[in-house]
Structure formats: C-alpha cells, structure tokens
C-alpha cells in the first residue's frame, strides 16, 4: 500500500484501471525515495554486489524484499512454484552461475513457506494438467523419498508442513549436487547454503536446514575434476 503525497494523485488513482495504478503508485515510490536520498537511483543504476541468492516460491505473499527487510542491490531472486532446484531447469542454473561465479554471492537462501498451494497440489491425486504436473512431480519424489517419516505423522496440517520443510531440505541438497556449487565451494569455500521456511500466519521465517561450503555429499553426486 502506497502512501499518496499528493491528494490528486490519489483521487486520479481511484478511477484508474488496476494496471495502471501500479504506473502511479511506482512514480510515488520513486519520488519519495529522491526525497529521501536525491542520489539512490544513481548509486543504485551503477553497482549490484548482493550478498544473498533468493531462491523462493512465486507466491505473491511471500516478496523477499519485504519479509528480510532488505533493500533493491542487496538480494539477488529467483521465484518459482514451490521454490524448486531442478537440475534440468536452465533458467534457475542461469541465474544460479551468475549469482555464484559473478556476483559472488555469500549465501543461497532456498525459502518455502507453509501453506504454499504447490506443494499441497502435489500431495494429492488431482490432474493439474501438463506442465503443472511435470513440475510438481518434483514433490511427489520429495515425499516418495521421506516417505516413512512423512506417513507416520498423523494430522494432516502437521504432516504438510513437514513435507514443506523437507521439500526446502531436498531443493538445498539439489543445489549442493550441481558443479555450479562444488566448484564455487572448492575455489571460493562459499556460498554456504540456507533452507528456510516462512510462515504465512506470523510473517516469521524458520531455518530448517544448512550446508556450510565444502560439505560433503553422497559420493555419487560429487565431480573430483572440478
Ligand atoms: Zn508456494
């Protein structure tokens, strides 16, 4: 929600279309943040050093921005359904070589969050249709693989919460088993690896599970000619 300065930029913006008070609403975010800093763009339009990779679901609750409280230049992001690293995915490893090799990233953050609509589609027997389910068949091996943990957990909220944990737990070791990581651990020892959970209904993140750089993995997946 923006704050209008100007009383007749909001009385124009109730009779806008939605699409174009977005238009608006950007104009009086840029403005307030000359006011604020009169050299923010042009500090901001020549350097980009974050020190963090976001890989997060696209749910519109869940803005990596917001809920850190960081600032444009200090989190690089991806977004998918259900913050998924899938190895076959080139728009994620894109953005993952560049985060690491370039920009040098310190830490990747995989961030899913309870509640979140993909991983429930995907426990169910539902036909999302093509696409939908090539992409959430990705979390039906997550629970296939937990499976003994996950079916003897009882309630059923208690037990999609833990395959939400489980399916960050999994996206982190699938970042672990990419030459994109072990590369970077062995000739820059990072970035160090974060799987976290944000919860809807406190706005609180959760840190559910970590791999420092150089932690070792199933020996199956590890390259020796990096
Ligand atoms: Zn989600």
Same mark, same amino acid.
């Given at each position: 929600?923006?704050?209008?300065?100007?009383?007749?930029?909001?009385?124009?913006?109730?009779?806008?279309?939605?699409?174009?008070?977005?238009?608006?609403?950007?104009?009086?975010?840029?403005?307030?943040?000359?006011?604020?800093?009169?050299?923010?763009?042009?500090?901001?339009?020549?350097? +980009?050093?974050?020190?963090?990779?976001?890989?997060?679901?696209?749910?519109?609750?869940?803005?990596?921005?917001?809920?850190?409280?960081?600032?444009?230049?200090?989190?690089?992001? @991806?977004? !998918?359904?259900? !913050?998924?690293?899938? !190895?076959?995915?080139?728009?994620?490893?894109?953005?993952?070589?560049?985060?690491?090799?370039?920009?040098?990233?310190? @830490?990747?953050?995989?961030?899913?969050?309870?509640?979140?609509?993909?991983?429930?589609?995907?426990?169910?027997?539902?036909? +999302?249709?093509?696409?939908? !389910?090539?992409?959430?068949?990705?979390?039906?091996?997550?629970?296939?693989?937990?499976?003994?943990?996950?079916?003897?957990?009882?309630?059923?909220?208690?037990?999609?919460?833990?395959?939400?944990?489980?399916?960050?737990?999994?996206?982190?070791?699938?970042?672990?088993?990419?030459?994109?990581? +072990?590369?970077?651990?062995?000739?820059?020892?990072?970035?160090?690896? @974060?799987?976290?959970?944000?919860?809807?209904?406190?706005?609180?993140?959760?840190?559910?599970?970590?791999?420092?750089?150089?932690?070792?993995?199933?020996?199956?997946?590890?390259?020796?000619?990096?």
């Amino acid at each position: 929600m923006i704050y209008y300065r100007n009383i007749e930029t909001f009385l124009i913006a109730q009779h806008m279309k939605s699409y174009e008070k977005l238009l608006v609403q950007n104009k009086e975010w840029a403005d307030q943040k000359v006011d604020q800093d009169p050299e923010y763009f042009e500090r901001l339009s020549k350097l +980009q050093t974050p020190e963090f990779l976001w890989i997060g679901c696209s749910d519109s609750r869940v803005p990596a921005d917001r809920i850190t409280g960081t600032q444009p230049g200090e989190i690089f992001v @991806h977004r !998918n359904v259900a !913050n998924l690293v899938i !190895n076959t995915d080139v728009n994620l490893l894109s953005v993952l070589d560049f985060a690491v090799r370039i920009l040098k990233v310190r @830490h990747v953050i995989v961030c899913g969050h309870y509640g979140c609509g993909g991983v429930k589609a995907a426990t169910t027997k539902t036909d +999302q249709k093509q696409v939908l !389910n090539m992409w959430l068949r990705n979390i039906k091996d997550v629970y296939r693989i937990h499976r003994s943990e996950l079916d003897a957990i009882k309630n059923e909220q208690e037990r999609y919460d833990r395959l939400v944990e489980l399916n960050v737990q999994e996206q982190v070791m699938n970042l672990a088993k990419t030459s994109i990581i +072990q590369r970077a651990w062995k000739y820059d020892q990072q970035p160090h690896l @974060h799987g976290w959970v944000y919860g809807l209904k406190d706005g609180i993140i959760k840190p559910v599970f970590e791999m420092t750089a150089g932690t070792h993995i199933d020996e199956l997946y590890e390259y020796d000619n990096l």
